[in-house]
Nanobody, 126 residues
């Protein structure tokens, strides 16, 4: 049974940093691209980043230069390093997996993503 578990969220001040982790089990990582999504209060789901099995990445414009997605297949973990955080980054962050091998899928920040984690809260506030 595929399972994705996020961790690393918390409360930080503007300009601070957090690193989110997503531990993946029950699926062949080489055959999946992994994305980080977020849902802010009162807003819909928004894709922030995606990484393919070969390490190709894609980012939402508003997080480019601030967020970095990476994979450690030995640990079966995908990370999202978030720097220079701003209040607009406040959201529940989810990792998700889409079955796709090779370069990035056609819609890396939209899907379809078959498997989802439970989410971790990120709050950026003074």
């Amino acid at each position: 049974q595929p399972q994705l578990v996020e961790s690393g969220g918390g409360l930080v001040q503007p300009g601070g940093s957090l690193r989110l982790s997503c531990v993946v089990s029950g699926l062949e990582l080489d055959y999946f691209a992994i994305g980080w999504f977020r849902q802010a209060p009162g807003k819909g789901r928004e894709g922030t980043s995606c990484i393919s099995g070969s390490g190709v990445t894609y980012y939402l414009d508003s997080v480019k230069g601030r967020f970095t997605i990476s994979r450690d297949d030995a640990k079966r973990t995908v990370y999202l390093q978030m720097n220079n955080l701003i209040p607009e980054d406040t959201a529940v962050y989810y990792c998700a997996a889409t079955r796709w091998r090779g370069s990035l899928p056609p819609a890396p920040l939209h899907g379809p993503y078959q498997y989802w984690g439970q989410g971790t809260q990120v709050t950026v506030s003074s």
